[in-house]
């Protein structure tokens, strides 16, 4: 059991000191926005964040369940901290996100050091959990709540960067046969616009520009309006891109099926949203998408990427491809590479299909073995690579405006910037332009990332 201090009010009327935390992330960007916001909630309970793992009283793992690697690696990490020494019998453990929902207390057997388990609903309710463990001793396993609960329980959000995730809904009802999420995040429910919009003005207010509206399946937005309406997602859209000082929007992810033509109009009315959207389409065999129960076929999905290019022709589509769902042959993934030529994706996220407990997918036969997946699956990205040079190549000459996010990794004496399209920019500049857009000139084109000069 830690030895830290316990008395402790969530209500924010003591803050003080009771420990040190690190936090470690995994999976999606919602598990980014709930990561940080955790940190948050810990700050506003008065422990004191720590960048590195070694010594921290509590360590709050956010993990993700969508393939078995993902999962796979949170419990890799421990064992790997167990040896190196960064743990050790005083350190409070606590897993949450989509394996602490999908495995809840088979966790405490699979890995006897972890005391907390939390899902993607009860993170609000960390800072209890853990004094009560710390008080008692007891392990705890807290999964259940209502999908919008953590939302009104969480403290403002803290500053950060110039680009900021805002979770529009939880959850996720469409039920596809290979996905994990509706089980460990649960049904889908939207939050109220104007929460959304409250928490986006106080990230202006920090001096945000970018906002990136974050849901499982963005399209089928329903929040409440003040009026006790019924909202949709391209109403969230116009209000958001009202809000002064948003200087460019982001959406993800948008499911081809919901992806209704007030949405399209908006992508044409608002310029603020960024040149670039990601569109699983999971496969392009028909047969497939029928297993997958995506409830479209390929040819729908090729008439919605000629609406939105016709909407907006600057429009830069990436995608996700599921390669050896069971039952995949030869001649389906010829129709997903058929897809994928048509298309010509900026670029696209493949994965090999991960047989996922629970899903209705995991009942199937799957005679195709890994060994022919991985063979598919390397001559897919082999394509979606060519693809995305060949688009990035076309952006060399270009002026683009960029908003500079922070400092280049690589190089302390660069700057990293973002296009609207997504792409990374590497440029020379004065530290004092990080949180600003400013106008680039493409000047080199390295494989995945562009080269720039500002323009004076
Ligand atoms: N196996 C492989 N990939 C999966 N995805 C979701 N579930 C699985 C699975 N069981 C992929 C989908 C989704 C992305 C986030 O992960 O392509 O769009
Ligand atoms: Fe992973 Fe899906 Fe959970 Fe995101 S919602 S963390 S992708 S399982």
Not at 11 to 30: E, I, P, R, S, Y
Not at 225 to 244: C, H, K, M, W
Not at 256 to 279: G, R, S
Not at 281 to 295: A, C, E, T, Y
């Amino acid at each position: 059991m830690a030895d830290i201090t316990t008395s402790l009010k969530l209500d924010g009327n003591l803050k003080m000191q009771v420990g040190t935390f690190h936090v470690a992330v995994w999976g999606c960007q919602m598990n980014v926005y709930d990561a940080d916001r955790i940190r948050d909630l810990m700050a506003a309970s008065g422990y004191v964040e720590q960048v590195e793992p070694r010594g921290a009283d509590v360590i709050i793992l956010v993990t993700c369940a969508v393939r078995a690697k993902a999962e796979d690696k949170v419990f890799n990490q421990i064992s790997a901290w167990r040896h190196q020494g960064v743990i050790n019998e005083r350190t409070i453990i606590a897993l949450g996100g989509c394996v602490g929902a999908e495995l809840a207390d088979q966790i405490l057997k699979l890995e006897p050091s972890i005391a907390i388990v939390f899902g993607p609903r009860t993170a609000h309710r960390l800072p209890h959990m853990i004094s009560s463990y710390a008080a008692t001793g007891d392990k705890i396993v807290d999964v259940q709540a209502e999908a919008l609960e953590k939302f009104d329980a969480l403290p403002e959000q803290g500053q950060r960067g110039p680009s900021a995730f805002v979770t529009i809904m939880e959850g996720c009802s469409n039920k596809c046969s290979y996905c994990i999420v509706p089980y460990t995040r649960g049904e889908e429910e939207s939050r109220p616009e104007q929460d959304i919009l409250d928490e986006i003005v106080t990230h202006v207010a920090h001096g945000v520009k970018e906002i990136n509206l974050l849901g499982q399946n963005v399209n089928s937005y329903r929040g409440l309006t003040p009026d006790g309406n019924q909202s949709r997602f391209s109403n969230l859209l116009y209000e958001v891109a009202a809000i002064d000082g948003v200087e460019r929007l982001r959406f993800t992810t948008s499911n081809p099926m919901e992806f209704t033509d007030d949405i399209i109009a908006a992508i044409h009315d608002l310029p603020v949203i960024a040149d670039y959207i990601h569109i699983p389409v999971q496969s392009g065999s028909d047969r497939i998408l029928k297993m997958m129960r995506r409830n479209y076929t390929s040819d729908d999905y090729r008439r919605l990427i000629d609406k939105i290019r016709k909407a907006r022709p600057n429009i830069y589509i990436s995608t996700d491809i599921i390669v050896g769902f069971p039952g995949e042959t030869d001649e389906d993934f010829a129709e997903t590479m058929r897809l994928v030529n048509d298309i010509k994706f900026d670029s696209g996220f493949s994965f090999i299909y991960s047989k996922r407990p629970g899903t209705p997918a995991a009942e199937l036969p799957d005679p195709v073995s890994l060994e022919h997946k991985k063979q598919n699956l390397y001559v897919l990205q082999e394509k979606l690579e060519e693809y995305a040079v060949m688009y990035s190549q076309g952006m060399l000459g270009t002026r683009q405006r960029v908003l500079v996010e922070g400092i280049s990794r690589k190089n302390e004496q660069e700057l990293k910037a973002r296009t609207s399209n997504n792409r990374v920019v590497i440029l020379e500049g004065a530290p004092s332009l990080i949180g600003t857009m400013v106008d680039v000139d493409i000047t080199k084109v390295m494989t995945h990332t562009l080269k720039g000069e500002i323009v004076r």
